[in-house]
């Protein structure tokens, strides 16, 4: 065995984790093993500097202790790889039920509300579990033995990881922000608020677009990543017939989760799409042109929404002495002007639109624009800066982007087979699509097909909005 | 004045009525306010043989009272066109307050949940009412001084009160349904249960579509009607480019509501379509099959929401020693196996669909299959006989279909100006859209391009579903 | 059959019921039948002027409409004396199931919440049950054939229907207050808010006390009536000298309910009564001492629940142009300053007294005073005028007056055999004891042992409070 | 300074802690800075073994983190005794919000629901902020500077705490009973189910009776320690002969609650009480006999809130394998016959009487039976020893018992001023009153005019019930 694992409780602290190098990108060539590795590590970073009693609790029933996400990602790997492995033992039975989220499939699992009152496992086990998982993992991959069909559910291990980085980062926060001091997570790097740009619009031409991730050229009932070939399987989408001025342009990996397929067509009209997020700058505009107390900006659920919890500003914004602050990882601060406006609702994001006489873009023009044209990448996880970029011309990072559409399959969708075809396809009711990436997502997790998605009035996602018209 | 307005309260019971002759097809020509009458004549039968007490109670907060709903229809007219009139006399002003269901722009209203709590105004004061806004209208419309713009909402008024038509009978059922003792609104016409007909499939070849109401060419931006231009306005859906084989064939008038528009192009691939509805027969090899039961079906919304519930079957169902009942506006009976299944929730629909290995079509799919092929015209509504006919080759009538559409706006959709816009657009979230028409829909609401919507756990509508794949 | 039954629809107004004359007081000697329809008789007399529609509603879950107490004062007698007698036809069976109130012992019911939502049998039906009943109980106790144990049950429903004469205008009171315009169940007699009397107070010597209803020399373990021998069993109390003819057999003390007993000693300090109720004036100077602002007067469930509610004054208060008012029987009106305050819950009652420096005084200290001093008796029940006197030397009348006293049985309590055995002493938790009576309790009703009773946090009820120290 | 203050992180593990001596009775002699050492080091054996994930997290609102009920304790001393002393700093001035409990007339607190989500301080900085608070309370009590007001509050404090030991376990129980395996807190003693004894009866006769704490000859408004006279003040109720050490001054009678006082006179008929409590054999038969299935055993409030609940035993009972078990501090367990029944709500208590053809005592029969009788001392808290010892003839100790009693003030109880005014008085609403002791109440913490309470339907404590007649 010629890998040698890192060490998974780092004495570094998290500001002293050099984040370009810690995080390799899809697109760089190594080993499965050192993948495996260097994803689990930045879960270990990113949790290094938190204290048992910060890894306990869950602040809401849709967030999760950050205890749990570190084993929970585990237990994915545990339960879709190590089982199928005759000589595995499992580290403890009863980690199935505590750890398994909601694969139906899998059996009986622990209630969601009470994830924040399971003591035991402590963070001290959690990370034995993880060690051990890591130390089978890189056996298994190092010996080389597992079939494509399992290599890619070991890749869609990785990207699940990658997802709860960034859900544990968000939980964290929320976790933190209900704490009547401020808590902070890493110390802000010092930059001023500035004007933002000028709002600027980019025109796209309509048609038949492709859409989705999968093999170019769909014909109906095509679903090239689906068909089981070799490859990534079924969350490896395809060829990756990227070609110049798109994301991720050369990969070639090209990994992606079966809800972003199968490519297909949709007609699109001409339309407009605005160069930048909407800022912090704007959104106060909205509330001094009393945004929240017009009913004739709001879909008639976010009016009822925002009556019920007498909301008057985005998530975690609170006035100060007479001056808007809002809570970050870095504890409570004034808002920067020019960063895109985080922690809005869908309802929010599209009453913002109405009120400035545009509208959200739908997820497939967003996807055209985002293949199409040419912009710069945003802020992505860097676990010394967990903050957005200032709002510039960039589609993807600093800040996830609500859309107009409803998140549902694409035509000819199927979930994959067994459990973990439950990972995407029985959300789809009632979420609203987000598209980009945010100043947490990991770097290498985001892609211009990359569907996120949560319901109306959710907001402890760094979610903001992009205009279009 | 050479109208005589009929009675306000026939003398004859709703068993009298002849429906074929009481409810003027859009399509007839006629004068203005004769067209307006037979729709309030319609909603005056319907309730004639409610007592005070039957139309007074609210039996769940998305329902409403019998009462409510014919002053509310009312309310609509004088609300929207008489007060425009400077001659005009409010009836009383304090019903502004009570009878106004969702307009913000209108100001201040009643307490929804609370409708079933206002005593006063009582019935027989509601009839008064209604015959006091019947006279007004009728006079408003002889004198022909309306502008278009007005007899558009006049237009819109009276599909209003026919939507209110169906409304008031869903929630007189769930009304009903709560009384122990499964009260009867109309008798039963008898007819026997048959089998139904073996299940059969129409292939619809896919590419670039024409969707919603509309005048045809719709190049980008294009929106005939919402332009404000003559014709019956913005709810009057342009020049009526109907063509042979669309249902209301030639009909010319051609009224829709502000969000089955604007007409656009969307893409579609190749698709197959059930022939006929799913049957009460085949919802119970559902049931058998333990489909209640078994998560593998269920959207993860669904399955949380019938285990909080506990259903076990449709909207109405009842075990009866040991044999399948529902409750009818006809009271409580056995299943007709070969009807339709009714009362079945987005959650369930689309868990039947994947149980059968296939999916609910999209309202795209829908829609291109119901102008393009052909099919008989199912139940419409009779006040005679309040349920379905025997499920058969039928796209509209007998039941709604839940699509796999979520309730979006079209591209280009833009609210009307005023209250009005109100009506469809800010419903816009987390809706699913239904197709068709159902047992109590009225003649003349129906149309191909109609886009009901309820949320995905809402089964007091006659709400079915057809399969597609 | 010599007896002429009183028409049950009496074509007179309520406001020409004379009222002194119209309601025989228990003290009058009258045969048994004549007292039975004079009861029946006010209830007519009290509803005659309310529509269908107002009878039907139910505005919350703890009161019912109006329509339901007259069918389950009904009820009572048919469920409890006439299906005792074998000739008897049931006027239809269903009733039981829907007008039982909470007795287990009879059988399944109709879920309470869900009363105001059984549109049949209507009210003109209601009207027919109670003229049926009416004649076979006239019947039956005109032939004299009842033994005493069934003509104290017979008791017991008059005085169940008087019971149920103030709870119908205690919820007619709160179905109205819902209403956005006031509506008036009777005009109110003319008189002007005065200056109360300055507040004094009465000294009574302690020592140990009987206390309750039943005979009076009670050595430990003696309980007159409840000792099961003859007599009008459990609720005839009173000296058990009660032959036939005992209900308004001009003992003056007479009936008692089961809970008033047995009558036992207990032990009380010398203590201070003051002479007269708090008044409307006297609690505007708690609310403008910041009474329902200063945690520091309530006790912690009441300061919990003002806080969740946001109470800043008395049921029904509501302030108009800067000028307190109060909703009555009568409409919204001014206050009137030398009334006694109403609609406060033991919470706030409690808080003022503890603001004013005093208590209030336990039901035992209550009851004591009562019987020893002399005072005038307040408003009672009069169909012309539903509120309260002005604020005097009164125990009895006006207000019901929260006591210090959680509603406990008496030592020695044991409930009726039998389903009437729910009708007090299952309630004896968490439920709080008012004396006296107040403007809307029927003559003949009140009596000095007389334990009403409702949770903290009730305030439909006629409740004021009388200090003590 | 000649006293050495203990570590506050024991090495030594619970079960190493020798019971007898480390909790030092009230009773015996030794200084009041050993009395507090000794009470605060209970609590830190008490916990010592437990993880910080043990002592984080809130199993629901009624119940507190570990690590409060160590903080806030530490925090009553230093915001009542230390705030007063001009020279001490305060350890951290965000722990007065953090750790206040109830006391309006402190200020802003930390939300009790959200007591789970203060990860920060940690259990590590609570151990230093006791250390600290320690270190200044022996300081100022070797400096024996306080005056007696001032001794009375540390008198206080300490009872505090130790009603706080008591809590703490309840809680962690409650805690640990929600995970789904049954965690151990400490290892059971080894000792056998046997047969319960006999029921037997105690006959006490009646008459006027001295209850409470307090000087005993009680003339009508005589209250020892309540005068306002010298000696500890209201918390030290006494025999008034309490000079400086009073506080473990050897009097026996000792301290005592506000709400045990003042001494007053109650009037008792002659009844019987049980000899012992009521035992998990004699709820089997309840159980057996379809006890939580029939409802004429219970209050109103009662059976609605086990058919809400679905209470089909007592709590933390399960059947495992067709046998009931119970979860304990050492886990999962079968049942032990002959122990008293624990964990049964005041709803639950009555029913059984009920059941039983008896009833439950007063809190006043209860509390002369207590000290007129003889009988043994059951188990008090052993930290070695969670669970109660087998049934006997005992009073206090093994279980608290519910009384018929509602928790209300006695005659002339006047709360304490300022905020420790606000210790027992304000919940003297809806609460019922438990007397006795249980397995986990601290030696020294018990008295015969104890009142503890709660609400009816709470069950986390270690109650059961005892009968009378």
């Known amino acids: 065995m010629s890998i040698t694992k890192p060490s998974i409780t780092p004495s570094v602290t998290h500001t002293s984790v050099p984040a370009e190098t810690s995080v390799p990108a899809v697109s760089e060539s190594r080993s499965q093993a050192d993948r495996f590795l260097a994803v689990r590590g930045l879960t270990d970073a990113l949790t290094a500097s938190l204290s048992a009693e910060d890894q306990t609790p869950q602040s809401m029933t849709d967030a999760s202790p950050v205890k749990w996400h570190r084993a929970h990602v585990t237990w994915f790997f545990e339960e879709f790889i190590l089982r199928n492995d005759p000589s595995y033992v499992v580290y403890d039975e009863s980690f199935r039920y505590l750890f398994n989220s909601y694969y139906e499939a899998v059996g009986a699992r622990h209630p969601r509300p009470e994830r924040g009152l399971v003591t035991r496992p402590g963070v001290a086990d959690v990370g034995h579990y993880r060690e051990y998982v890591d130390n089978a993992m890189v056996d298994v991959l190092e010996r080389g033995a597992l079939d494509d069909d399992v290599l890619a559910l070991v890749e869609l291990g990785c990207h699940h990881e990658q997802q709860h980085q960034e859900l544990l980062l968000m939980d964290l926060k929320h976790l933190f922000s209900t704490h009547a001091f401020a808590p902070v997570y890493v110390e802000r790097v010092a930059d001023e608020s500035g004007t933002p740009d000028p709002l600027t619009w980019r025109s796209v031409a309509g048609g038949v677009k492709e859409i989705g991730a999968g093999s170019g050229a769909s014909g109906p009932g095509q679903f090239g990543a689906g068909s089981g070939a070799s490859g990534p399987g079924q969350f490896g989408a395809g060829s990756g017939a990227s070609g110049p001025g798109q994301f ?12 972003e397929g199968p490519r297909h067509r949709v007609f699109l009209e001409d339309f407009e799409i605005a160069e930048r997020a909407v800022t912090n700058a704007e959104w106060l505009e909205f509330i001094a042109d009393d945004g929240y107390r017009r009913p004739e900006f709001w879909l008639s659920d976010g009016w009822a929404h925002i009556r019920e919890t007498g909301w008057q500003a985005p998530g975690y914004w609170q006035q100060v002495d007479g001056e808007w602050t809002t809570f970050t990882l ?140």
């Not at 991720?248 to 809800?259: E, H, L, P």
């Not at 870095?330 to 922690?343: A, K, M, Q, T």
């Not at 589609?395 to 994959?416: C, N, R």
Request: with cysteine; aromatic share 14%.
């Open 248 to 259: 991720g342009a050369g990969s070639g990996s090209g990994f992606s989760y079966d809800n």
């Open 330 to 469: 870095s504890g409570r601060r004034r808002l920067v002007l020019d960063e895109p406006v985080l922690h809005v609702s869908f309802y929010e994001a599209d009453a913002y639109a109405r009120w400035a006489g545009v509208r959200l873009p739908t997820e497939f023009e967003w996807e055209t624009a985002a293949v199409t044209g040419s912009s710069t990448r945003g802020q992505l996880l860097d676990p010394a800066r967990c903050h957005p970029g200032r709002a510039g011309s960039t589609m993807i990072g600093d800040t996830w982007q609500w859309t107009a559409s409803a998140y549902l399959p694409y035509p000819g969708f199927v979930p994959a087979n067994g459990a973990v075809g439950e990972y995407n396809g029985k959300f789809m009711s009632d979420q609203h699509v987000l598209r980009g990436a945010s100043a947490v997502t990991p770097r290498g997790h985001e892609r211009a097909t990359y569907r996120n998605f949560f319901p109306a009035s959710a907001r402890w996602a760094f979610s903001g909005l992009r205009l279009a018209r």
